[in-house]
């Protein structure tokens, strides 16, 4: 009984939640705002980046 309260103090996201992973609202949020997770990398363990990569010159 009583609330809970998340714990502020972590690194990442889920961590500081009840839920181990991320729900599809809160990735589907990431992959809207921050197509090529360039904001707070590694601060969701659920998002999966894009990988990017620059073709070499010819």
Do not use: W
């Not at 009984?1 to 990442?12: D, I, K, L, M």
């Not at 705002?33 to 990017?52: A, C, Q, Y």
Request: no cysteine; glycine share 8%; aromatic share 12%.
């Amino acid at each position: 009984r009583g609330v809970y309260v998340a714990n502020p103090h972590v690194y990442t996201v889920e961590d500081g939640s009840r839920y181990k992973r991320a729900d599809a609202d809160q990735l589907g949020f990431k992959r809207e705002v921050d197509p090529f997770g360039l904001l707070n990398p590694g601060k969701m363990r659920s998002f999966v980046s894009p990988r990017l990569f620059v073709s070499p010159r010819q």
